[in-house]
């Protein structure tokens, strides 16, 4: 326990500030494409409906691996798109902090955009057709109705996101590599010292991560307690 | 004013048609559950779009397929009361009334307390959708509405969602508020009764069609369609061959009835309502059928009989229902059940195959 506390005060703790980072923003990604992907997705009809959704799903079944390998071919920059975001913009994708959060965004998408589609799918679609009827514009209704009818459903998707976003391994080592003090996230650190017999070190990193999950769990447990509460509201239908 | 539609609509394998001209004042829509009503409400106000046809609101034109015209349902002008009320559930009362109201802040809450004042809300201002009565949530819905000064309001089902005791009251409520607009309202219901204490006009439906139009005590006198004589309530409704000018073979009954008038030319039923029955003690009459084999219901304000047709072989379905008016009461006291029942040549419906 003292090796851990004196490993503790001599840590570099960079990577936590990377990881929470790559979480924030990641999460701030999912959110806003999340929802706007779900949306879009319930207006969708037949057969584009399908495919759309098993494409935006994609990212969740498949190993985060072969996600970042298919990144990797996105934005390497030997290829178009990575040529391009360089000569024009200079960005860099691989190996850098951007491709942190790109990584992390991808992976924990599909979580956002589910929670927030199976939401949507909750609300009464009369509410839509009654703001029509009343003279209120889709946006308005979206804003003002929708969106604050299922907000219990994306606030959970929205943690959940942020957990995945906060821990990824796979995609963000393929992408991002894991360079100290810039891309090495706290789940790459752990691996990283472990491949050094560095347990103690390892330890440390574990313990902070355990502590972020209880976190997440503290929250989602504390949605779902609001949303149970909220129930007697759903009686109206 | 008046609102005249003509559309195709389909969904899936069902297809609707409607041609409507829908009068000043007050309609009904009468149909079984599933044949179209609330879809025909939907593509009125704009939430659904027909796939072709033409719907005008007094000089507006609403909707034109050739025409490309699809005035979207926020710019119509009509109000839609849903089965469900759709009162948005995270606004208390005075935001869902407001909640489509353009302009000054001062002016929404002024036309809104206006409002709530004459529908007895003011009290309510504060409670949401969840905190309220179906009573209560259909006031409001109602507000919200009629708030807009809409041309016209459509009521899809607005007592289905009640249970009877409600029903009752908020049927009074309703025909009082409506009875202070001056607009067109259409109410769709699978309820004759509703629909004959609401509507000035009434359209009939069948399965994705409308079968007939007219007034109130024309439909339910004259139904012509064995679809809508179900509809308007009649119970007793039995296949039928014309033998003559005079004379209709009842096959379902086996039995023969004869009129004075001349009978129209083509139809393949009849229908007697079981109330129209006339008790007859002795012997045999004209139009009659004998009460030999029946079954008795007492229920606590009415007694009815089912009576078997006079046939070797019938099924329990084919039974006629005979529902014993009040005034013959004693009669039936005094002398038993009847040896037979009447037909009243007046009262039998003529009916044709709908669509």
């Known amino acids: 326990m003292r090796q851990l506390i004196e490993a503790a005060r001599t840590l570099d703790w960079r990577p936590l500030w990377i990881s929470l980072k790559t979480g924030v923003l990641a999460t701030a990604v999912c959110f806003v494409l999340g929802i706007l992907a779900a949306w879009r997705v319930m207006y969708c009809r037949g057969k584009h409906r399908s495919v759309l959704d098993a494409v935006l799903?994609?990212?969740?079944?498949?190993?985060?691996?072969?996600?970042?390998?298919?990144?990797?071919?996105?934005?390497?920059?030997?290829?178009?798109?990575?040529?391009?975001?360089?000569?024009?913009?200079?960005?860099?994708?691989?190996?850098?902090?951007?491709?942190?959060?790109?990584?992390?965004?991808?992976?924990?998408?599909?979580?956002?955009?589910?929670?927030?589609?199976?939401?949507?799918?909750?609300?009464?679609?009369?509410?839509?057709?009654?703001?029509?009827?009343?003279?209120?514009?889709?946006?308005?209704?979206?804003?003002?109705?929708?969106?604050?009818?299922?907000?219990?459903?994306i606030t959970s998707g929205t943690v959940l996101a942020f957990a995945r976003a906060i821990g990824e391994y796979g995609a963000t080592s393929m992408l991002a590599g894991n360079i100290p003090g810039k891309t090495a996230t706290i789940s790459q650190r752990i691996a990283m010292v472990i491949q050094d017999q560095d347990y103690i070190t390892a330890g440390v990193w574990v313990a902070v991560m355990l502590v972020i999950a209880l976190i997440v769990l503290a929250a989602i447990g504390h949605i779902s307690l609001r949303s149970d509460a909220g129930r007697g509201e759903q009686l109206w239908k | 004013m008046e609102m005249k539609a003509s559309f195709r609509i389909s969904a899936g394998d069902f297809s609707l048609q409607a041609k409507m001209d829908i009068a000043d004042r007050r309609?009904?829509?009468?149909?079984?559950?599933?044949?179209?009503?609330?879809?025909?409400?939907?593509?009125?106000?704009?939430?659904?779009?027909?796939?072709?046809?033409?719907?005008?609101?007094?000089?507006?034109?609403?909707?034109?397929?050739?025409?490309?015209?699809?005035?979207?349902?926020?710019?119509?002008?009509?109000?839609?009361?849903?089965?469900?009320?759709?009162?948005?559930?995270?606004?208390?009362?005075?935001?869902?009334?407001?909640?489509?109201?353009?302009?000054?802040?001062?002016?929404?809450?002024?036309?809104?307390?206006?409002?709530?004042?004459?529908?007895?809300?003011?009290?309510?201002?504060?409670?949401?959708?969840?905190?309220?009565?179906?009573?209560?949530?259909?006031?409001?819905?109602?507000?919200?509405?009629?708030?807009?000064?809409?041309?016209?309001?459509?009521?899809?089902?607005?007592?289905?969602?009640?249970?009877?005791?409600?029903?009752?009251?908020?049927?009074?409520?309703?025909?009082?508020?409506?009875?202070?607009?001056?607009?067109?309202?259409?109410?769709?219901?699978?309820?004759?009764?509703?629909?004959?204490?609401?509507?000035?006009?009434?359209?009939?439906?069948?399965?994705?069609?409308?079968?007939?139009?007219?007034?109130?005590?024309?439909?339910?006198?004259?139904?012509?369609?064995?679809?809508?004589?179900?509809?308007?309530?009649?119970?007793?409704?039995?296949?039928?061959?014309?033998?003559?000018?005079?004379?209709?073979?009842?096959?379902?009954?086996?039995?023969?009835?004869?009129?004075?008038?001349?009978?129209?030319?083509?139809?393949?039923?009849?229908?007697?309502?079981a109330h129209d029955f006339v008790p007859v003690y002795g012997g045999r009459r004209e139009n009659c059928i004998r009460l030999a084999k029946y079954e008795k219901a007492e229920l606590p304000f009415e007694v009815n009989y089912y009576v078997a047709p006079e046939r070797e072989e019938w099924k329990r379905e084919e039974m006629l229902s005979w529902f014993v008016q009040r005034e013959d009461w004693p009669l039936l006291r005094e002398k038993g059940v009847p040896d037979y029942l009447q037909f009243q040549e007046d009262k039998i419906l003529i009916l044709r195959e709908g669509l």
Request: aromatic share 10%.
């Open chain 1, 57 to 153: 799903t994609l990212p969740m079944v498949l190993p985060p691996t072969v996600a970042g390998f298919f990144l990797l071919l996105f934005f390497s920059r030997r290829r178009p798109l990575g040529i391009f975001l360089f000569d024009h913009f200079g960005i860099k994708i691989v190996q850098s902090q951007a491709g942190c959060v790109i990584a992390a965004s991808v992976i924990a998408f599909p979580l956002m955009y589910r929670s927030a589609r199976a939401a949507f799918e909750q609300v009464d679609i009369n509410l839509l057709y009654a703001g029509r009827t009343l003279g209120m514009t889709d946006s308005e209704i979206f804003f003002k109705v929708i969106l604050p009818c299922a907000r219990p459903g």
């Open chain 2, 27 to 273: 309609n009904g829509i009468l149909g079984a559950s599933g044949c179209g009503k609330s879809m025909t409400l939907k593509a009125l106000a704009g939430i659904l779009t027909p796939d072709e046809g033409r719907i005008e609101l007094g000089d507006r034109i609403l909707f034109d397929s050739r025409a490309g015209i699809n005035v979207p349902a926020r710019e119509r002008g009509i109000g839609y009361l849903f089965q469900n009320y759709a009162l948005f559930p995270n606004m208390n009362t005075e935001q869902n009334i407001g909640a489509g109201l353009r302009g000054g802040k001062r002016e929404i809450r002024e036309k809104v307390e206006a409002i709530m004042e004459r529908l007895r809300l003011t009290e309510l201002s504060g409670h949401f959708p969840s905190q309220m009565s179906g009573g209560q949530q259909q006031r409001v819905a109602l507000a919200r509405i009629l708030v807009r000064k809409p041309e016209v309001i459509l009521l899809d089902e607005p007592f289905s969602a009640l249970d009877a005791y409600m029903q009752d009251a908020m049927q009074q409520e309703l025909m009082e508020i409506l009875s202070e607009y001056d607009g067109i309202t259409v109410m769709v219901s699978h309820d004759r009764d509703i629909l004959y204490r609401f509507s000035e006009k009434l359209f009939v439906m069948g399965q994705g069609c409308f079968l007939r139009t007219g007034t109130v005590k024309e439909i339910f006198a004259e139904p012509v369609y064995k679809e809508a004589a179900i509809l308007t309530g009649c119970k007793n409704i039995g296949r039928a061959v014309r033998r003559d000018d005079h004379t209709i073979d009842v096959v379902s009954w086996g039995i023969t009835l004869h009129t004075s008038y001349i009978l129209p030319s083509q139809f393949s039923y009849i229908g007697y309502r």
